[in-house]
């Protein structure tokens, strides 16, 4: 990609990046359901001393709890007459998704449609990571001690630093490392991902780095 | 490719669990912070002198609004991501350090742009406030790290005798 392609590859992606944001509102709750189905279903799993359904509302997750609080205790919902529930905002995740579309359609390759499927995909499969990890943090600091006496979730630091960097990290990330490995052909990245291999000469003088 | 991934995951990892330390976050990341809310005030306040800036706080005394910058909001986690980028990437280190530097400076130009742009719009309006800081700055700061990159890449392929053997 010469200097005035990749100019004009930049300026697409941001003429793009508005127009994939507002498909991403008005579309919030259509893009969150999947991941949010299906990320209910892993703590459910995971969790079902705390779990009791998962639900979404427009873009928002709701974890119900089991429990309910009476007094200042955590106590079975039956028995605390009310129940705990839980919100985690999808789009703080989801925002990954304009952004990989601008990205993609700003870059001309072949086969568009199902590429961009094929990312989509792995970014879902990331949000439900990030989803999980958001729930987690989010029920440990709700619940403290009474979260850790189950005994089947890992340590407060590796929940801390799971939610940091699944909520920090991957969505402005892997938009890029998606796009960069579906660009792989078009020479933006010589050498780094085994195309272009004439850009820079190997010699017997190269330094050690 | 795959060494690229190898190394630029485990330095992403590796530099980001560092900067999540305790330690770390206070004797490095929040005086910097700090640092870095006392330029963005040092560029507002000649413009507007209702401004002032304390610790990680700008605050505008007319309009009773004020931002605290916090983990996430300083531009370092771009720059581990830069970071990552250049070094898993075969270079000198002559190469990779000024990368590093310049694309740390171009990190933290479009962070303090970010800062302030904030520091206005939540003046504003709070709904679009939220909106730009949790969903736009963070993929435009993302989208710099790449041009940094990218830039970084077309440098060192005008460099025909070096690079790419090993590192």
Sequence with gaps: ?209 | MTRFIIIFAAVLIGLFTLEMQESVQTAAIQPFTSILASISAGIIIPFDDAVVAYGRIIEHRAAQFAVSIEAGCNGVEATIVLIAGVLAFPANWKQKLSAIALGFIAVQAMNILRIISLFYLGQWDLAIFTWTHLYIWPVLIMLDVLIVFIVYLRYLNRQPTIAIQAT
């Design chain 1, 1 to 209: 990609m010469n200097k005035r392609s990749l100019r004009r590859f930049f300026g697409l992606v941001l003429l793009l990046l508005p127009v994939a944001f507002v498909a991403w509102q008005v579309l919030g709750s259509v893009i969150a359901a999947p991941v949010v189905w299906l990320a209910g279903l892993i703590l459910q799993w995971w969790l079902p001393e705390l779990v009791s359904s998962v639900t979404l509302d427009n873009t928002t997750m709701v974890i119900a709890s089991v429990l309910g609080e009476l007094d200042g205790k955590f106590l079975p919902g039956a028995e605390a007459g009310n129940q705990l529930a839980f919100q985690v905002d999808t789009r703080g995740l989801t925002y990954s998704i304009p952004f990989y579309a601008a990205l993609h359609f700003a870059t001309p390759m072949e086969s568009p449609v199902e590429r961009f499927a094929r990312g989509l995909l792995i970014l879902w499969l990331l949000v439900i990571i990030g989803l999980v990890s958001v729930a987690i943090k989010t029920l440990m600091l709700g619940l403290g001690s009474t979260f850790f006496a189950l005994g089947t979730v890992p340590s407060p630091d590796v929940i801390a630093l799971a939610f940091q960097f699944n909520s920090l990290m991957v969505p402005p990330i892997a938009p890029l490392l998606i796009w960069a490995y579906e660009s792989r052909d078009l020479g933006l990245f010589p050498n780094l991902l085994g195309t272009q291999a004439n850009a820079v000469v190997d010699t017997p003088e190269s330094p050690e780095t």
